[in-house]
T-cell receptor, first 113, second 110 residues
């Protein structure tokens, strides 16, 4: 089955700096890679996703890149703000159809004002 | 997201007790999932169901069972709770790709 590894487990950055979280996956058939944000005491929520037919996707201050050959994908947050402090989960699955999702172990991001 | 609800939100129980966690959704999704969250271990899949007659084990199903009573309801049971089942439990639904999580149930087994 799919195995998703995520690094680092914790990350502290100064407000305004960039943050990068990296994930690798094992199943070459996976083609959908979402990222979820979980604020303290809240449920995880989807913030951005990417499919294997594109290499990069941006949404305002967040972006995700995908390297299919190396089987890794990354989340980039620019101009970090205190409200970006949360736990971020990467995940991998096969798009559409009836497929389960495999999550990474999470990264706790702290943005220091 | 009020479309996915879980009851109870918090529960403290003793070793050996039977516990049921309930999940309901009004999103009309066929697919429902149960995860547990532990610090440093992320979200691990316990069971999942793609329709009322479909039940599948996830990566950590031992010690758990589920029931899909209707499209909108998916219950998780711990037949005989043990302390290492202390965790935060999330129910989720999906239509195609995005997972929609419930608010979570914090379970403590003493």
């Amino acid at each position: 089955g799919e195995n998703v590894e995520q690094h680092p487990s914790t990350l502290s950055v100064q407000e305004g700096d960039s943050a990068v979280i990296k994930c690798t996956y094992s199943d070459s058939a996976s083609n959908y890679f979402p990222w979820y944000k979980q604020e303290l005491g809240k449920r995880p929520q989807l913030i951005i996703d990417i499919r294997s037919n594109v290499g990069e996707k941006k949404d305002q201050r967040i972006a995700v890149t995908l390297n299919k050959t190396a089987k890794h994908f990354s989340l980039h947050i620019t101009e970090t703000q205190p409200e970006d402090s949360a736990v971020y989960f990467c995940a991998a699955s096969k798009a559409g159809g009836y497929q389960k999702v495999t999550f990474g172990t999470g990264t706790k991001l702290q943005v220091i004002p | 997201d009020a479309d996915v609800t879980q009851t109870p939100r918090n529960r403290i129980t003793k070793t050996g007790k039977r516990i049921m966690l309930e999940c309901s959704q009004t999103k009309g999704h066929d697919r429902m999932y149960w995860y547990r969250q532990d610090p440093g271990l992320g979200l691990r899949l316990i069971y999942y169901s793609f329709d009322v007659k479909d039940i599948n084990k996830g990566e950590i199903s031992d010690g758990y069972s589920v029931s899909r009573q209707a499209q909108a309801k998916f219950s998780l049971s711990l037949e005989s709770a043990i302390p290492n089942q202390t965790a935060l439990y999330f129910c989720a639904t999906s239509d195609r790709n995005e997972q929609f999580f419930g608010p979570g149930t914090r379970l403590t087994v003493l």
